[in-house]
């Protein structure tokens, strides 16, 4: 079992930066691949990053890539997402997800355990 507690959302202008983290609990951490995923307002839950269990490999979602870094800190047991030059479209609650699996990391049906997660809004 893995519970997973998300925090540091907020309100942030056009073109700023947030840093999310995501706390895990129990310890066969390492062994979960991670990611984080959002879902806007009517819209459907979509992939943002995901990390392999020993951080060597990274996915990002197209909307993402190149301004969201995703890192682990498995001894920690925490899983964070850097948020750089963010854009409104970007505004939506972003959840933390594990999976004991790296089939196929930028879908939802994989992924064990969910977070509750956490509001970012990006004002214009």
């Known amino acids: 079992q893995v519970q997973l507690v998300e925090s540091g959302g907020g309100l942030v202008q056009a073109g700023g930066s947030l840093r999310l983290s995501c706390a895990a609990s129990?310890?066969?951490?390492?062994?979960?691949?991670m990611a984080w995923f959002r879902q806007a307002p009517g819209k459907e839950r979509e992939f943002a990053a995901a990390?392999?269990?020993?951080?060597?490999?990274?996915k990002f979602g197209d909307s993402v890539r190149g301004r969201f870094t995703i890192s682990r800190d498995n001894a920690k047991n925490t899983v964070s997402l850097q948020m750089n030059s963010l854009k409104p479209e970007d505004t939506a609650v972003y959840y933390c997800?594990?999976?004991?699996?790296?089939?196929?990391?930028?879908?939802?049906?994989?992924?064990?355990?969910w977070g509750q997660g956490t509001q970012v809004t990006v004002s214009s």
């Open positions: 997800a594990a999976a004991s699996n790296w089939a196929d990391p930028r879908n939802s049906y994989e992924y064990d355990y």
């Open positions: 129990g310890r066969t951490f390492s062994s979960y691949a």
């Open positions: 990390i392999h269990w020993n951080g060597d490999r990274r």
